[in-house]
Structures are given as C-alpha cells and as structure tokens.
C-alpha cells in the first residue's frame, strides 16, 4: 500500500500531486509543545482531504511512543512506499528514512531539495490555494488571508523583509488547502476567531 503522510497543508499536499496517486492518506496527531493548527481544525483539515478523493485516516500518538506506533499502524497497513512532504530539514528526513527502513517501505520524497521559494511559485503556479492558519506574531498581518498565484510573491517578498523562510517548514506558518489540482471542489469554510498562544496565533475554522 502507497501511504501519504499528510496534515491538510500545502506541502504534504503538493508531495502527493508530484508523486501521483497513492491508497490512503495519514494524518498523524503529536503533542507538540506549541498548538498545532491542523489539529486545532481537524474537522476541516481532514475534510480538505477527503476532497481529494484520497481515503484519510488519523492516529493520536502517545508521548514518547511516536516512532514504535507510527511503525505498528504502517505494518497492519502492509506498507509498500511512504510518500512526506519534506524539503529541507535533514533530522526529518532522517526520521522518515528510518521510518520507511524499519517497516521495509520505499520512501518518496518528492520536494526534497527544493529551493524553498522556487517551490512556493511551483505550488501556486500548479493551482494550489491556501489559508494561513497559523504564524508567528511577525505574520499577524497574513493570518486568515488565502494565498494563491496573484499574491505569493507579495507574500515570499514580505515574509523575507523579516528573515523567515518563504515555505515555513520550520512551523512559521502553516496553511489549509482551499483548493487545489487533486481537489473534486473547493473547500468551504468560516472563520470562527483567533486564539493567540504566546508569540504564536491561530484561526479558528469551521
């Protein structure tokens, strides 16, 4: 079986529309020191998903038994290829490929190496939009807003005047796809509020 690691978000997204079509998608839950806003809006994160035609399951992680749960539900699944959305960060590569070994699958990472604002125009170019979620205070101005092709390089040349990286794969920002090109149709939504955990904000959607 061809397993995606997906979180609602552009990148996994966007790894899944470069490789092609994979089985299911997993999105897995984590307690992570700070809010994450896929879990926050889990109903309209997977939703997203389920627009794709992908089937989508999620499993919440115990503490310090990441790694060896991950495993286990990857087996019963009979695990052929993973397929994540990694592009830079080389501990999570690592961790994917000592993923993929244990459970003796083929990892696909198809945005590795990447230039991160290269990617953003790739993204955007290929159809994709997206709602910012989630972002340091330094972002506050773009929270709520949708990204696309008509203003991501006014994004790309704001979010460099303040030294974080365009793509945001170290949590800068995250985002929810609205739409894209494995969408069957577009991702319906309202902003409910904003919740601000220390220097770190996050929409509310239902």
Excluded at 134 to 159: A, M, Q
Aim: negative net charge.
């Amino acid at each position: 079986m061809r397993v995606a690691f997906l979180s609602g978000g552009k990148d996994s997204y966007y790894a899944v529309y470069k490789y092609g079509q994979v089985d299911l998608g997993l999105m897995l839950i984590y307690d992570f020191p700070r809010p994450n806003p896929h879990v926050i809006n889990l109903g309209k994160s997977l939703e997203t998903l389920t627009l794709t035609n992908i089937p989508v399951i999620t499993l919440r992680l115990s503490k310090g038994r990441e790694f060896l749960e991950t495993v286990e539900l990857l087996r019963k699944l009979n695990t052929t290829t993973v397929v994540a959305g990694d592009v830079y960060i080389d501990e999570h590569l690592k961790y994917m490929e000592r993923l993929s070994a244990e459970v003796g699958a083929k990892l696909v990472e198809p945005l590795w190496g990447l230039n991160s604002e290269e990617l953003m125009y790739m993204e955007f170019n290929d159809g994709l939009e997206v709602l910012v979620i989630g972002c340091f205070k330094s972002l506050s101005n773009w929270l709520s807003k949708k990204l696309n092709k008509d203003n991501v390089e006014e994004f790309i040349s704001y979010v460099k005047t303040i030294n974080l990286d365009p793509l945001g794969e170290r949590g800068e920002y995250h985002t929810l796809v609205i739409s894209g090109p494995l969408h069957r149709s577009k991702l319906k939504y309202s902003v409910v509020g904003v919740e601000v955990f220390n220097d770190y904000e996050v929409l509310r959607v239902i």
